[in-house]
């Protein structure tokens, strides 16, 4: 989705999304300091676009860990993949050639838990050094809601 007619449900991910917007459409990696999001570090991950389709994962905050079950920090992972990753490639892919950040909401378990939680993303590109789209910085935090 790149609809952002409404607010995101999540603060931190409005706030990943508002920084965006406020440094250049898309900005360039050198402009995202970890350290000016120290608030939010814990629901943020960065990937890096290695080629079209192929990435890495550079950073996984705590709430991205929580939510995704597993921290993936330092793996590759592409739209050749025989599993899952391959759709996330994909979607990577899409935000990279969109040039515009892509919102998602879902359901996941968490380990531990009994039950759904709900999640919201949102993928921002972020132009590398050779003036392509070669990061992606993204939020992701659950969403706080009445259980059904």
Known sequence: MTDFDRPLRGFRTQ??????????????RSQFDILDHAANAASLFLVRRLEPGRFQYRLS???VIRIVGRNS???YFSTADPSSRAAFAQHLENVAQDRTPWVCEGTTEIAGRVGLISFESVDCPLFGDDGEI??????ME??????P
């Open 15 to 28: 706030s990943l999304l508002t920084w965006w917007q406020s440094n250049g459409a898309p900005p360039h």
């Open 73 to 75: 920090r330092g793996e």
């Open 142 to 147: 659950a969403l706080k809601h009445p259980q």
């Open 61 to 63: 905050g705590q709430e």
């Open 134 to 139: 070669g990061w992606i910085i993204g939020g």
